[in-house]
């Protein structure tokens, strides 16, 4: 059983940053990959970032340029760092992981961004 513990959300106005952060709880599994996905009001939750274990990394073409992932791969992390915020990317965001053959997600952070 792996548990995701996010961070990071919050209310912000277009054009600031925001860094999301990921954590499982257990260190001591190896995780290829952590992503992070999300979900506006009425729509399908989508990819927003992806990341391996050996440092491969796909992002969706709506954040490219804008937002970053990393990772830390002993302490089983991922953060999400996101710059010059449009309103268009306030959703609830999720933390997510696959280990065992069995999907992992964190209990999701708002993320809210004003024009």
């Known amino acids: 059983q792996v548990q995701l513990v996010e961070s990071g959300g919050g209310l912000v106005q277009a054009g600031e940053s925001l860094r999301l952060s990921c954590a499982a709880s257990?260190?001591?599994?190896?995780?290829?990959?952590m992503a992070w996905y999300r979900q506006a009001p009425g729509k399908q939750r989508e990819l927003v970032a992806s990341s391996t274990r050996d440092g491969s990394t796909n992002y969706a073409d709506s954040v490219k340029g804008r937002f970053t992932i990393s990772r830390d791969n002993a302490q089983n992390s991922v953060n999400l760092q996101m710059s010059s915020l449009k309103p268009e990317d306030t959703a609830v965001y999720y933390c997510y992981t696959v280990y065992g053959f069995r999907d992992y997600w964190g209990q999701g952070t708002q993320v809210t961004v004003s024009s």
């Open positions: 257990e260190n001591r599994i190896v995780i290829n990959v």
